[in-house]
């Protein structure tokens, strides 16, 4: 696969509209909570994971984002902390405790894209550890939970020390939209060569209009989103992201200011 990945929230409308010399990565629009008050980011609320399980988990060195039901908060998918939005570009894992066991899956549900960038440098390390490989991931004994957690914690460091880079792959990814139906191309963080670094999202000058087209697209859709649903659950989700959304611009918006204010002092001194 050839090109910059170009991240967007909207992809192109066939599989045949991909273009491999510009590949399309989805980017999703629901923002990862960071408050550390959020009942969804505290793996300890699993009503499903056992609470001395889930306290070894907290040793996670990113983020947990619980699936929600009736009855309280279930499995967790796991991001890297330098994840700010739900989808699989920084995501590793999927784990859930079913048959007496932790098991650890790339994906599970519908919510964001059905792959995890991240995943494929675990894999390797839990096969590396002689972990119980199967259909759908990785079975994790009680006594085996610690050693999981220092490989995740692993896969995080290699990231952030740029041993990993993300490259899209000749895989086709699907998003289904009120509008239709959108295909990307997914992508995975693989060993970086030697003096490279990871390839992510940027809003560099270029960008910009591009970024901001992404940023409207993402409101209506969640204008659209809340007009349409009858849950207060799910309402109550569209209000949190659209909340976010806006604390997040505000700051931009403050960022902008003060930029604006040095250009301006800096020109009364005649620089």
Not at 73 to 90: E, G, L, Q, T
Not at 185 to 194: I, M, N, S, T
Not at 216 to 239: D, F, H, K, V
Request: proline share 4%; glycine share 8%; charged share 30%.
């Amino acid at each position: 696969m050839t090109g910059k990945i170009l991240f967007s929230h909207e992809g192109a409308r066939s599989e045949d509209a991909l273009d491999r010399t510009r590949p399309f990565v989805y980017e999703g629009s629901l923002l990862l909570p960071d408050q550390t008050n959020d009942p969804a980011r505290e793996i300890t609320n699993s009503i499903t994971i056992p609470r001395e399980i889930a306290q070894k988990l907290r040793r996670i060195n990113g983020k947990f984002s619980l699936t929600e039901v009736k009855a309280g908060y279930k499995n967790a998918n796991v991001f890297s902390r330098r994840a700010k939005v739900f989808d699989s570009v920084n995501r590793v894992c999927y784990l859930r405790y079913a048959d007496g066991t932790l098991q650890v899956c790339e994906f599970k549900g519908t919510r964001g894209s059905n792959y995890s960038a991240l995943y494929p440098a675990l894999a390797g390390l839990l096969r590396r550890e002689g972990f119980e490989e199967r259909a759908d991931g990785f079975a994790v004994p009680d006594d085996r939970v610690d050693l999981l957690v220092d490989l995740v914690n692993e896969v995080f460091r290699m990231q952030e020390a740029g041993e990993l880079r993300l490259e899209a792959a000749d895989e086709v990814d699907t998003m289904t939209f009120p509008d239709g139906r959108h295909y990307y191309f997914k992508a995975y963080w693989r060993p970086a060569g030697a003096g490279t670094a990871p390839q992510e999202p940027a809003a560099d000058a270029e960008d910009i209009p591009g970024q901001v087209a992404q940023i409207r697209a993402c409101i209506r859709r969640l204008a659209g989103a809340g007009l349409r649903c009858a849950g207060r659950e799910q309402l109550e989700e569209i209000q949190q992201a659209a909340e976010q959304l806006k604390n997040e611009l505000d700051i931009v918006c403050g960022v902008c200011r003060n930029g604006l204010d040095s250009f301006d002092r800096a020109r009364q001194l005649g620089l």
